[in-house]
């Protein structure tokens, strides 16, 4: 038996440091770019070691997300129900977009995989992930609208998914590659450089006035 745990711990170790080195490569190169043979020569590990882990490159990389996902979350749900802070439309968006910019990956993991889940994935895992999803999105939602009335649970599921899609069409304005920060940099066409946390503040606290003034107007019917 102890042996059989000492197993564990050791494959939930090397899983992590799997999950470590896939997010520092993430960090330096796109997703097409990154090979399971760069994860594994990174390492000092047999390709084929990396498959009895993950049995695809994007079953990692969703490993990753869900690993990163689960902690913003975690984080959110945490402000807001331990009452320390007043809670505003203000302080919310304030607080989201410090949280998002604080961790480059989750963008652009985000804005990486969500294609992904619909071309590569297998069935099951892909309708896994969402469900994943859509618990949390229910959870973190009734917290929303406990910590921030007039707002239902649907108003707080609705806020957190608009702020998912935000997320994801965000890196794609911001997250410039070399050419097109060139084409940035002419003169006349300094509109498409976007601060990925501003537009993400302002975006979140836009969506949520309004989810909160239409929650309002039902109140008065």
Known sequence: MAKRAAGELEKGARRTEILVRADALFREKDYDEIRMSDLSAGLGLAKGT??????????????????????????????????????????????IASAVAADPVLPRLLAAMHPVLERKLPFAEALAFKKRLAATLAASGESLARALPPLESADGRAFLLYIYAQMVGLVSLTDLSPFVRRIAAEPGLEVFKLDFKIALRESARALLAGLVESARMRGKR
Request: aromatic share 14%; glycine share 8%; proline share 2%.
């Open 50 to 95: 990396l498959y009895l882990y993950f049995p695809s490159k994007e079953a990692l990389f969703f490993a990753l997300l869900d690993e990163r996902l689960g902690a913003l979350i975690a984080k959110l749900d945490g402000w807001l129900t331990e009452g320390t802070v007043a809670v505003t439309v203000e302080s919310l968006a304030e607080g």
